[in-house]
């Protein structure tokens, strides 16, 4: 481990927001609008992690469907995108500590990146919503990066280089750990998020450090520097 981390890369929906709400209603607007079954709460839960697009494609084909058909997929995520803009907001609430804990790291001097696999508009209107904008120090969307977690890509374009040497990501599904596996960089779990109903402090290889809520990720950072 390095003697500091410069570079805290930090997941948004799971990690420091529980967005389910917003992102149910979204996918109930796309599933009226293409005349597809109501998909449950839980099950939009178990499906988030690696895009927008992805998610539709879970929750909305049929069984004997290994994705939707392109032209009622690009119909859903229209569907989807409108709806979505008015309910990320308010279907979003703050995860436990994660303002204090943000603040925290700042005044350590450390650069906050939120890493997200979110597209860019609804990001900024959560943080916005949600009051994060200003205690972070950059966003990266997929638009940005050109390319979505796990891509290790990914981290060298929300860093701004190549050198990992100091780069930790935070996060609380499988697809963050593949993405620090993939850098070559240290991975704190966050419980309780979006890890496709298992447990992220079950995953292999392990995490470098396992938290129940962002509320302790200062101290798990400065145990791990320690």
């Known amino acids: 481990m390095p003697e500091r981390f410069n570079d805290i890369l930090i997941d948004l929906d799971g990690t420091l927001v529980d967005s389910i709400e917003g992102l149910h209603a979204a996918c109930l607007a796309a599933a009226e609008t293409i005349g597809r079954p109501r998909p449950d709460l839980e099950f939009v839960r178990r499906s988030i992690g690696r895009g927008s697009d992805r998610l539709l494609h879970l929750v909305l084909r049929r069984d004997a469907e290994a994705m939707l058909d392109p032209d009622l997929h690009r119909q859903a995520r229209t569907a989807f995108d409108r709806h979505y803009a008015s309910a990320c907001g308010g279907g979003s609430h703050l995860r436990e500590g994660v303002a ?9 001097g450390r650069r906050l990146v939120v ?34 977690k796990p891509d290790p890509d990914f981290v060298s374009a929300a860093v701004g280089s190549t050198d990992r040497s100091s780069v930790l ?25 979006y890890n496709e109903g298992r447990d992220i402090a079950t995953r292999i290889p392990s995490p470098a450090a396992v938290i129940e809520t962002p509320a302790t990720l200062p101290a798990a950072i400065g145990q791990l520097e320690a």
Do not use: Q, Y
């Open 100 to 108: 204090e804990s943000l603040m925290t790291l700042r005044a350590e």
């Open 115 to 148: 890493a997200t696999n979110k597209p860019r508009r609804p990001a900024e209107l959560v943080l916005r919503h949600l009051g994060l904008d200003d205690l972070i120090d950059e966003l990266c969307c997929p638009e940005d990066a050109g390319c979505l």
């Open 169 to 193: 990501l935070v996060g609380d599904s499988g697809v963050d750990g593949d993405t620090a596996d993939a850098a070559s960089i240290p991975f704190i779990a966050v419980r309780g998020g």
